[in-house]
């Protein structure tokens, strides 16, 4: 399980120099092709994950009891979200108890810029292979150079984490599709973003 976890940066979806890429989400036409979308890589029930975020009111009574409940409703890995800095040197034991592993974790961009250097500390400690930033908070998306300056240090915190074994990512929201001098802040991180940086998508 670990191993595969690792390994979903890889690409095991389309990517964008995909040629047909637009025929990914749509199985029924997809069926009626003559040969099938060809993916990087073909995705694995068990690199399937649930986000800790959607359990968060019960992670913030019962941690390892709710990690034991997400391993019996059929999950392999989780996405750690909300869970407290000093949980962290008992999570190891607890995924393990629940037979879990932490394919991300979900982190607000403040907690980043406040100690970027403990976070990478506690997620390599559990052997947490990505940090998703899950927020770009409203001052930071105000106009297009606000934003570009947000992509900038997305690219500088990914060249931290990496030095640590740790891939960098970014959670969407609607906001980035609303209009923004003449364009989109999604438009403007997909052209400043690095390609190092993983982009989970919120549909």
């Not at 979308?37 to 800790?52: C, E, G, K």
Request: aromatic share 8%; net charge negative.
């Amino acid at each position: 399980m670990r191993e595969r976890i690792s390994r979903v940066a890889a690409g095991d979806v389309a990517g964008a120099d995909d040629p047909d890429a637009e025929w990914s989400h749509e199985p029924e036409r997809r069926a009626s092709r003559a040969t099938p979308m060809t993916y990087r890589a073909r995705m694995q029930p068990d690199q399937i994950a649930l986000q800790l975020w959607t359990v968060r009111e019960l992670t913030a009574v019962d941690i390892p009891g709710t990690l034991k409940a997400v391993r019996a409703a059929g999950y392999g890995a989780v996405e750690l979200a909300r869970i407290p800095p000093e949980s962290y040197g008992a999570l190891r034991g607890w995924l393990d108890d629940a037979e879990l592993e932490p394919m991300g974790a979900h982190e607000v961009i403040e907690d980043l810029r406040a100690d970027a250097p403990g976070l990478a500390a506690r997620l390599a400690a559990v052997g947490c292979p990505r940090v998703i930033v899950s927020w770009m908070p409203e001052e930071d998306r105000l106009t297009h150079s606000d934003v570009r300056r947000f992509a900038a240090e997305l690219a500088r915190f990914a060249a931290f984490f990496a030095d640590h074994g740790i891939a960098l990512g970014y959670h969407n929201h609607w906001f980035e599709f609303d209009p923004l001098d003449g364009t989109t802040a999604c438009d403007i991180l997909l052209a400043e973003l690095p390609a190092t940086i993983e982009l989970e998508i919120d549909v």
